[in-house]
């Protein structure tokens, strides 16, 4: 019967862009933007703290999806399981209709594919245990706000329930993302799921053709094959001599949004630049590009990634939606119990050479003489950051792409 449901409710999952279309020119509200600003914080807290596990390589994930998870959580949590979700977001004084609201917004704005010529699907998921009821109000305004859809599964049925909420993924990411997780690691609570495909679409295109294989130095010693994509163009730039970094910022279309490169001159572990990484920074940073001729050689890889943040959010300061004992779930299941046992969020996310068409006038001036080199053959750390709203979209690292090993430089 649930396999039936499942189905069903696949085919209505859509794009968090369905609420509401944003207009070009839209000016955020205030409590959206409040929220904006402070997805920053958010990006760079939870950076830290996925950092820090354990065998973690490529790091991927989208704040301002993140605060719409949280989000959820407030609309289903009582007492201070909800208000917990408002320290996190420093958002203490908005009201909760305005969060709601809010979240909502700056997602539609941030994800319209017209005004921003993007793609990224997103689709959520709340999975409870069999032994659950979902309260109607909340059905209907999660599904209003936040896009969200539900399901019971029977979660102690291991290999089944993982295929499932795999097969969901994929087909609601049109099979860009195969794998949410291995295993179901605790049976008696909720699973919250994010699961996104993003592609940008540059603000000027790469060449297609230019495109072939170079090795990426995963380390100093281990060095895979992927494919690279080249282009010259002018770009926001900064070369940070002092930390021994390069800051590179190529816009995505119409401008609206940058994706900004955190890359250590060379081959590293990145724990040392991941330090330096917080708001503050970032804005030093961004204050000091420079508009240069820069020669870009980039991945042209697709990245696959799946964090389940339950932990991580517990350190930012939820720590009762994630506690079997504390959890006050009790406007999604109508009474105590309920508490989040896992919260994956997954993407997708695809390096390509699309984009607007190329300005060419600038081949015939020589604003192009000289360029400098941006080759991003070894880790580095990326953010899509919003320039309308001010947001951070995604945030992650590349430490190893998918490729085969090339050799090894003893
Ligand atoms: C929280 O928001 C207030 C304004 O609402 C701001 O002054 C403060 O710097 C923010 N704190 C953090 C940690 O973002
Ligand atoms: C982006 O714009 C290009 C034309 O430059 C168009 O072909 C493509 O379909 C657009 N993509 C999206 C997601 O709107
Ligand atoms: C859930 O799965 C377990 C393990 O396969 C099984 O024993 C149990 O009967 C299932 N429960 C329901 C309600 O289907
Ligand atoms: C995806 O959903 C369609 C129905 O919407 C179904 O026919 C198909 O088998 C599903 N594919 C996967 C991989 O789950």
């Known amino acids: 019967m649930w396999m039936t449901n499942l189905v069903a409710l696949v085919l209505v999952a859509t794009s968090a862009s369905a609420a509401t279309s944003a207009s070009p020119d839209k000016v955020l509200s205030s409590h959206a933007t409040i929220l904006a600003d402070n997805s920053a914080?958010?990006?760079?807290?939870?950076?830290?703290?996925?950092?820090?596990?354990?065998?973690?390589?490529?790091?991927?994930?989208?704040?301002?999806?993140?605060?719409?998870?949280?989000?959820?959580?407030?609309?289903?949590?009582?007492a201070s399981t909800a208000s917990q979700v408002k320290s996190i977001l420093n958002a203490t004084k908005v009201k909760d209709e305005q969060l709601h609201a809010g979240l909502a917004e700056l997602l539609t704005e941030v994800s319209d594919p017209k005004t921003r010529n993007v793609t990224w699907k997103i689709s959520n998921r709340l999975y409870g245990p069999n032994s659950v009821t979902f309260v109607e109000d909340f059905v209907k305004s999660s599904k209003k706000h936040y896009n969200c859809d539900h399901s019971k599964i029977n979660f102690s049925d291991k290999k089944s329930a993982v295929s499932s909420i795999n097969e969901w993924a994929a087909n609601s990411t049109d099979g860009k993302l195969p794998e949410v997780t291995k295993d179901v690691e605790k049976t008696d609570g909720a699973m919250l799921i994010n699961a996104m495909f993003f592609k940008p679409h540059w603000d000027e295109q790469f060449h297609h053709k230019m495109v072939d294989n170079r090795g990426f130095m995963v380390s100093r010693s281990y060095t895979v094959s992927v494919q690279m994509m080249h282009r010259t163009g002018l770009y926001g730039f900064y070369d940070d001599k002092t930390n021994k970094l390069n800051i590179l910022s190529m816009p995505l279309a119409h401008k609206k949004s940058t994706v900004v490169f955190i890359m250590p001159h060379h081959t590293e572990p990145l724990d040392r630049v991941e330090k330096m990484l917080t708001k503050k920074q970032l804005d030093t940073w961004m204050g000091k590009l420079q508009q240069t001729a820069i020669a870009v050689s980039l991945p042209k890889v697709s990245m696959e990634v799946s964090h389940d943040l339950q932990k991580s959010l517990g350190e930012l300061g939820l720590t009762e939606a994630v506690d079997k004992s504390k959890a006050d779930l009790s406007k999604i299941s109508g009474k105590k119990g309920l508490y989040l046992a896992s919260v994956f969020h997954a993407s997708a996310l695809e390096w390509g050479t699309d984009g607007n068409e190329?300005?060419?006038?600038?081949?015939?001036?020589?604003?192009?003489?000289?360029?400098?080199?941006?080759?991003?053959?070894?880790?580095?750390?990326f953010l899509v950051k919003d320039q309308k709203t001010n947001s951070i979209l995604f945030i992650g690292r590349m430490v190893r792409p998918k490729g085969d090993k090339m050799r090894d430089e003893l």
């Open 358 to 381: 190329m300005d060419m006038s600038v081949f015939s001036t020589d604003k192009l003489k000289n360029p400098k080199l941006f080759y991003a053959d070894h880790p580095f750390i």
């Open 41 to 78: 914080e958010l990006a760079f807290g939870l950076y830290q703290n996925i950092a820090k596990e354990k065998d973690v390589e490529n790091i991927l994930f989208s704040p301002v999806v993140v605060a719409s998870s949280l989000g959820l959580v407030a609309l289903g949590g009582k």
